[in-house]
Structure formats: structure tokens, C-alpha cells
């Protein structure tokens, strides 16, 4: 298995959290993205998680909740990876892919665009 800090995990979400374009940026809302070494013990190869109430379905009821949870988790990645420019590579995509469910898009659209 490939060996990275869970810091210098982080910084690779965070950079690719910095790739996504500013006008889709300003255009998320109530959600916090965290990092886990692993997923929850039923999925042990999860590479993320959004949880949360995706944008396309707040209605006025929406208000006062806690944010929206996007969790890229260290584990599944590194083993997934046998180099350090894929670990970034799927990193940026399972960032792409958790963002993408806040907006409401679905599993089988962000396979057919490649965020499978």
C-alpha cells in the first residue's frame, strides 16, 4: 500500500478542492468537507461519502439544519493507488464526485461522464 500522512491526504483534498471553478463554488451552500482514514466497516472500499440534502431538493422547509457532510476517506484511496499522481488523480475525482451529489447529480450521470 502506498504510504501518506493523513496531512498530506489533506492538502490534496483541499487542492483539489481549489480546482473546482469559482462560479460552482459560490454556488454551494450549508456543507463542510472532512477527511476519515476509513469508511464505515459495511463498505470498506467507499473513496466518499456525501451526506446530506442535495440542493436540487431544499424547498422552504430547508432552514436551521446542520451542513451537508462530503467525507473523503485516506484508506481506500491509498490502496486503490499505486503512485502518488494517482492518489491526486482520484482524489480529484472522488472530490468532483461527492460535490457533484450536492448538486443533485445522481451515480449513473456522474458515471457517464467519467466521475464514476
Do not use: K, Q, S
Request: charged share 30%; with cysteine.
Amino acid at each position: 500500500m502506498l504510504e501518506m500522512t493523513r496531512e498530506e491526504f489533506e492538502e490534496l483534498v483541499a487542492e483539489a478542492l481549489d480546482r473546482i471553478p469559482p462560479e460552482l463554488t459560490r454556488l454551494m451552500d450549508n456543507v463542510a468537507v472532512f477527511v476519515e482514514d476509513e469508511p464505515p466497516a459495511d463498505d470498506p472500499e467507499l473513496l466518499g461519502l456525501y451526506e446530506g440534502t442535495p440542493l436540487t431538493e431544499r424547498g422552504e422547509w430547508y432552514a436551521g439544519v446542520l451542513p451537508d457532510r462530503i467525507t473523503i476517506y485516506r484508506g481506500p484511496t491509498l490502496r486503490l493507488c499505486e503512485t502518488r499522481e494517482e492518489v491526486v488523480a482520484e482524489t480529484e475525482v472522488t472530490v468532483v464526485h461527492e460535490i457533484a451529489h450536492h448538486f443533485g447529480i445522481d451515480d449513473e450521470r456522474l458515471h457517464a461522464l467519467g466521475y464514476g
